[in-house]
């Protein structure tokens, strides 16, 4: 088991930034895949972006060039950068691990509210 605790969502006002962080506890072995997920009212939970233990990432394109993802595999650490934050990265955010697997594991989820 790996359990997941987000912290870093709020408000903010559009063109802001926020950083989210989680921290992975439990039974972690590498390789493994951490990354944030969110889910806005109404739709469906979508990919923002992930993180290899060896540091290669991919992003969703609407994000790509605003978000960064970072991690510290010592502290067993996530990171999520945000800026030019708009309105539509409204969302709760969820902190998502992976095994080499391929179990899932998933945070409480963070709120992340950006204001016109």
């Known amino acids: 088991q790996v359990q997941l605790v987000e912290s870093g969502g709020g408000l903010v006002q559009a063109g802001g930034s926020l950083t989210l962080d989680c921290t992975a506890s439990g039974n972690i072995f590498s390789p493994n895949t951490m990354g944030w997920y969110r889910q806005a009212p109404g739709k469906q939970r979508e990919l923002v972006a992930r993180?290899?233990?060896?540091?290669?990432?991919n992003y969703a394109d609407s994000v790509k060039g605003r978000f960064t993802i970072s991690r510290d595999n010592v502290k067993n650490m996530v990171y999520l950068q945000m800026s030019s934050l708009k309105p539509e990265d409204t969302a709760v955010y969820y902190c998502?691990?992976?095994?080499?697997?391929?179990?899932?594991?998933w945070g409480q989820g963070t709120q992340v509210t950006v204001s016109s």
């Open positions: 993180i290899t233990s060896g540091g290669n990432t």
């Open positions: 998502n691990h992976r095994t080499y697997t391929g179990s899932n594991y």
